[in-house]
Structures are given as C-alpha cells and as structure tokens.
C-alpha cells in the first residue's frame, strides 16, 4: 500500500515538474528577452518604461533584428526608413542610412524615441501605440471623431482590426516584461 502512494505521489511531482518545465518554455519561447541593455539605456534616456519598449519590440519582431515587413518597416522595432530618417534628425544622428535600422542599438534607441514623441503628443499609453502601429495622422483623425474618441484624447474604439490585435498582444506582453525588464 506504501508503495503504491509513493508512486502515486511521485508521478504526481513528476507531472507538476513537467507542466512547470513546459510553462517554463512556453514563456521563454513567446515571451523572449535579448538586448536588455540598450532597452534599459534608451528606456532611461528617454523615459520610457522598459517594459513598454521590451513589449513593442515582441510584438513588432519577436527580437529579430533582421526582420522586414512587407510595409517595408525594418529591425526589431519596426521602423519605416522615411519615419527612421526623420526621427534620426531630430536625435542627431549624423548620415543616416536605412540599413542603420538594422543595427539593434539604434533601432531601440530610433523607436524608444519614436515612442516617447507618441506619448508626449497623445498624452494616452493605448492611444499612443496605436499611433506607433497605424500612423499618427491616422490617430488623429480617429480622435476628432466621435464614434472613436469622446474627448479627444482617449479612444474608446479603434477601427482598425490590425490595431485593435496589436493593442491586445501588447497588453498581454506588458503583465509579462514587467516582471523580466
């Protein structure tokens, strides 16, 4: 009879260890974290929760600094070369090329930028990042509409399916990088 609780119960630690491990993965997996440096660098120069740019840089890339969409935004943080070039003028950054945005450091730095300007402009987190998806102008538009912005300042709708998705992984990220960055 003793026996066949310790076996009983030795499956039952082997099955919760297994389930942990494969948790374990899952998180490592869909939820990675490399370049920890630059983000806390950039995060701090530009005051920018970490949290945030770690959460835009997965759902963007899922950290493949090589990465290119078919919009033609590139690196991990997605940026178009017209939004890239513009925003490396503004931070002085000297003969910019597109292929920079490839380079990790700059990408992070390019984009935290990008996002402290969204945040500074639509003063909302979520209305924000979806200016950093859909385009600021577009946002703009949205919120002088009433059928997606009451105020002004805060949608309370977004028309977009693609950005609506995007906000949904983001937040889903945040609970996540919060804990890791």
Do not use: R
Request: with cysteine.
């Amino acid at each position: 009879m003793k026996a066949k609780v310790f076996k009983i119960t030795g499956l039952i630690f082997l099955s919760i260890f297994i389930s942990i491990f494969i948790f374990l993965i899952y998180l490592t997996w869909n939820y990675p974290i490399k370049f920890k440096n630059e983000i806390k660098k950039f995060s701090d120069k530009y005051s920018v929760s970490s949290y945030i740019v770690a959460s835009v840089i997965n759902v963007e890339s899922s950290y493949n600094e090589k990465a290119l969409s078919n919009k033609g935004a590139i690196g991990l943080m997605q940026i178009l070369p017209s939004t890239g070039e513009w925003l490396a003028k503004k931070i002085s950054i000297d003969n910019f090329s597109t292929q920079m945005l490839y380079d990790p450091a700059l990408n992070i730095e390019i984009g935290t930028f990008y996002l402290k300007y969204l945040l500074d402009k639509f003063s909302n987190l979520n209305t924000a990042l979806c200016a950093y998806n859909a385009g600021e102008g577009v946002v703009s538009n949205w919120l002088s509409d009433k059928n997606y912005s009451q105020d002004g300042k805060t949608l309370i709708k977004i028309p977009y399916k693609e950005t609506n998705l995007y906000i949904e992984k983001l937040q889903k990220n945040f609970n996540f990088y919060k804990l890791k960055v």
